[in-house]
């Protein structure tokens, strides 16, 4: 089993960043993809970015150029930098663990990001 759990969310002014976190717990296997998805009211849940254990990531159009995925295997922890937040960027992120060959998927609590003036 795997726990994942975020922080780094919080209110921020259009045009602001901030950086998420993602650590995780438990019988982590080595080879797997983690990914970033987020949900805002009234909407359905949405890939944001993936990062494979070797480095390969992975974008959503929509942020494209503005977040970058990375991940600190020996700290067992995955970021998301979000740069140039926009108000349509406000909702709960969720941290995602997927273990390849198993199609086992763990998810996180979920922070809340909130961009606003």
């Known amino acids: 089993q795997v726990q994942l759990v975020e922080s780094g969310g919080g209110l921020v002014q259009p045009g602001g960043s901030l950086r998420l976190s993602c650590a995780a717990s438990?019988?982590?296997?080595?080879?797997?993809?983690m990914g970033w998805y987020r949900q805002a009211p009234g909407k359905q849940r949405e890939l944001v970015a993936t990062?494979?254990?070797?480095?390969?990531?992975f974008y959503a159009d929509s942020v494209k150029g503005r977040f970058s995925i990375s991940r600190d295997n020996a700290k067992s922890t995955m970021y998301l930098q979000m740069n140039s937040l926009k108000p349509e960027d406000t909702a709960v992120y969720y941290c995602?663990?997927?273990?390849?060959?198993?199609?086992?998927?763990?998810w996180g609590q979920g922070t809340q990001v909130t961009v606003s003036s």
């Open positions: 438990g019988s982590i296997f080595s080879i797997n993809t």
């Open positions: 995602k663990l997927t273990v390849l060959g198993t199609g086992l998927n763990f």
């Open positions: 990062i494979t254990s070797g480095g390969n990531t």
